[in-house]
């Protein structure tokens, strides 16, 4: 990796990071609504791994934390924050919302709100490049929280069964919402879990982006070679509370400070300047940069667009001109 | 035009649509190796190899999500549910994600995704063995739920839902996969929308949907027979999109209706329908609509409790003469 492609991964790291503080910013000022769910703190886990994938052709699916994961497989961050404003120019034309965004031309399949929902669905993926041929992988992320439901062993289950290409990312950030991961869980090493199932996997830090990305290489090679599941588990922290509803005032000042210590962002930008390859006058710039952007590009789209018509309100239920063979 | 069996007539569409589509696909437990609980893919294992006709655990929730999440991209899976019964654990996929992926995503995602279930009620299955579960299905927006009443309509609803873009729930019937009737012999589709008359009639509509259009056809002879009363018999067959001007035309010829449902009737199709007909053609109608329909109970296992939770033509004959008052 050269210096230019590390500076660009700084840079989209501050950018995500930006982003969301915006997004925060946004939610009190009552321009979204809903469930917000943020990343701070995350940052390196999609960056990272989709980085060593390929945005765009694999198939890629989440949670409800799910802009980074969209922004980093290609979607418009206009078209995100317009999602996120309600507006007919989102992503998906303001149906979905902050933890419904879907972008199929990127192949980034959807932000889903029931706790391990997406497992099966990217076995389902994997399972259709498998029909076609082709060596694309789908790509699943989810929090820890989300291994204590059936469809998490269901899907491992299925998914070794039939080697099925997913690579399985768990973000494991140590809190189910508010329950430490200690308290719900009695395997609290999330990569063990897969062992009866026979996928191969591992632990690594998920808040140093070089580790996240030499594991992820690993990680997608094993899928897109092998044709067969893996699972990357990613020790991580989420900076803010689960959602804007959220002070997270289940978790220790000392914890959250410590973990502030590791954040990704400083921990790449401090490894980039001990490289030389940025100095602190051109972080600065490029955060300027980025925080004008969001401002005077991106929330200034939201903000111009136009809302759904009323009339629409009942359209996107079935398909439109869909297949209809009895009226052939 | 031949004659075959309902689960003869289901394996046909599965056989023509994955010959004609490399990306249609079957799973379900027991439907490769074992040719299905009730034969109805039988022989497709030998035909189409395991990647196409797949025999899963029983773990019903995910493997309904990975055949909607094929279907995102493009396949068209066939899900077998082994009884309807158990599609309450895939509800959460059926649900929250094939029936709003389509909407939910601005129309960006399609989700061409069958899910076939045997409902209603067979011969002392027991309480978790007998569900009808239309009402739950016909809830839910985003969904297309059609009811084979015979053979033909097996086959044609089949072919139908595997070409269509939505996602569809076939409700088919314990009970009936042994019933035989005609079926064309060149390719047909049976439309996903809309009512079929069964029987024309002039002085009341017997609205039916599945097993209950035989319990209704049969009180239909009755009546005409013993009592002079000519009854029309309308297949709902698609219970949504429910096919409100078909229901409204009906009840505006003979001005009477009875709902006849093997469901129980809190909320359900009978509720629906009389709803549709308040809505649609209240003046119309010279009597208050009637609806035949089960007890408000979990199916009992004793054969005759059984067949007392559960309506039959002579529950029907007797509802139209007390609306007659004949």
Redesign the interface.
Known sequence: MDASDQKRLLREMLFARRFEERCAEAYHERQIGGFLHLYPGEEACAIGVLEMARPGSD?V?TGYRDHIHALKSGMDPKALMAELFGKET???????GSM?L???DVHF??G???VG?P??????????????GGDEI?ICFLGDGANNQ??FH??M??AS??KLPVLFVCENNLYGIGTAIERATVEINQYKRVAPYKIAAAQCDGQDIDVVMQHAEAAVRHVREKREPYFLELMTYRLRGHSMSDSGAYRRKEEVDEWAQRDPIGIYKARLQGQGLISDAEFQAMDKAIQQEIEEEIVRFAVESPEPRLEDVA??????G??????? | MAEMMYWQAILRAHDEEMARDPLVFAMGEDIGVAGGTYKATSGLFAKYGDQRVIDTPISENSYTGIGVGAAMLGCRPIVEIMSVNFSWLAMDQLMNNAAKIHFMSGGRIRCPFVMRVPGGTAHQLGAQHSARMEKVFMGISGLRVVTPATPRDACGLLKSAVRCDDPVVIIEHESMYNLKGEVPDAEFFTPLEGVEIRRPGKDVTLFAYNISVHWALEAAERLAKDFGIDAEVVDLRALKPMDRAGIAASARKTHRAVVVEEDEAPVGVGSEVIAILNEECFFDLDAAPLRVHALDIPIPYNRRLEKAAIPNAAQVVDAVRKLLGK
């Open positions: 198939y699916v989102g992503c998906s034309k303001g149906r979905g419904h879907f972008d199929p399949m959807g889903y709100a029931l929902g497992f099966p669905l990217a076995a389902g993926f994997a399972k259709a490049i498998q029909m076609r789908a059936g469809t269901e899907t289950n299925m069964l039939w359209r996107y239920v079935y398909v439109e869909g297949c209809a063979p009895w009226q052939k």
